[in-house]
């Protein structure tokens, strides 16, 4: 990483800068919602998905044959196109919209990205488990279903349909691209990750640090996709994130990263739940 993408990871330029207890207030709070309830269920998923891919893989490659590979990579680009956009919207909404006193995602989902954007080399002190083990959660289904699949199910002259292969290699590679999508993004934030890393991301094939680095230059409103990010320029480009807010905005009147920015000291206030953490620990202290 070049000096020039350091600058582009730093908070030094946030509003809050010149208050070390208020970043430092964020910083604790974030950090508290990583329970070991959380770690354990993590743990639990990150088994599921281990125990699984392997038998989605040879579910699906022991009813293929070599005519069947030009749609297999088809699928599987796709799948991977298809995990890129989603790693985006994703990533778009949890830094657009919510705040950390929303049930269910506030404490947990959403509180994750607000401390990568006060914080963004925290995620490289995080363990395997830590990183990835809520996306693996997302993909535990799908994964299942896949190991099941009946692929004659649907066949009339006892050969496997093109298109079931077509559709299982697709939800394959979403799977797998989704479920390592922390991990591509933990890379991209690595000073010295591992070398084939290194060169996969150089030749774009995951998500490579100077695509990356665009999206953590304030006000965080693009580059949004961090699978291997081939999405981010089209969706820049066409301002598909400005349209979509736009229509949540007509839609509800929610205003887009009203409290990302409160986090990431890009305007002169603070979030409530910071307020009381700060106001509980004077009343300990006193």
């Known amino acids: 990483m070049d000096e020039f993408e350091k600058s582009l990871y730093s908070t030094e330029n946030y509003l809050d800068c010149n208050n070390p207890e208020l970043k ?22 990150v088994l599921c998905v281990i125990l699984l891919v392997p038998f989605a893989m040879c579910n699906l490659f022991i009813h293929s044959t070599w005519f069947s590979i030009p749609i297999l990579i088809c699928g599987g680009l796709c799948g991977i196109l298809f995990s890129d956009f989603m790693s985006g919207l994703v990533h778009w909404a949890a830094d657009t919209w919510g705040n950390l006193e929303w049930p269910f995602v506030g404490g947990t989902f959403i509180r994750s990205f607000r401390e990568h954007h006060i914080s963004p080399s925290a995620m490289c002190n995080h363990d395997w488990i830590e990183t990835n083990g809520d996306n693996f959660m997302l993909v535990v289904l799908p994964l299942y279903l896949l190991s099941r699949k009946d692929y004659y199910l649907n066949s009339q002259d006892g050969t496997v349909p093109l298109w079931d292969l077509f559709t299982a290699m697709f939800w394959l590679t ?6 390592l999508t922390n991990q591509f993004h933990k890379w991209s934030h690595t000073m010295k990750p591992p070398a ?48 979509a807010e736009y229509i949540v905005y007509k ?30 620990k004077k009343n300990i202290q006193d």
């Open 24 to 45: 430092q207030a964020k910083k604790e709070l974030l950090k508290q919602g990583y329970s070991s309830i959380h770690r354990a269920a993590e743990k639990f998923w």
């Open 196 to 243: 084939l890393v290194t060169l996969l991301q150089r030749y774009w094939i995951i998500l490579p640090k100077s695509n990356h680095s665009l999206h953590h230059r304030p006000a965080f409103d693009g580059y949004y996709c961090i699978t291997t990010g081939w999405l981010n320029p089209l969706l820049d480009k066409t301002k598909f994130w400005r349209h």
């Open 174 to 179: 979403t799977a797998i691209g989704i479920s």
């Open 251 to 280: 839609i509800t009147g929610l205003i887009p990263r009203e409290d990302d920015w409160k986090w990431t000291g890009l305007v002169n206030e603070t979030p409530d739940v910071v307020k009381k953490y700060l106001e509980q």
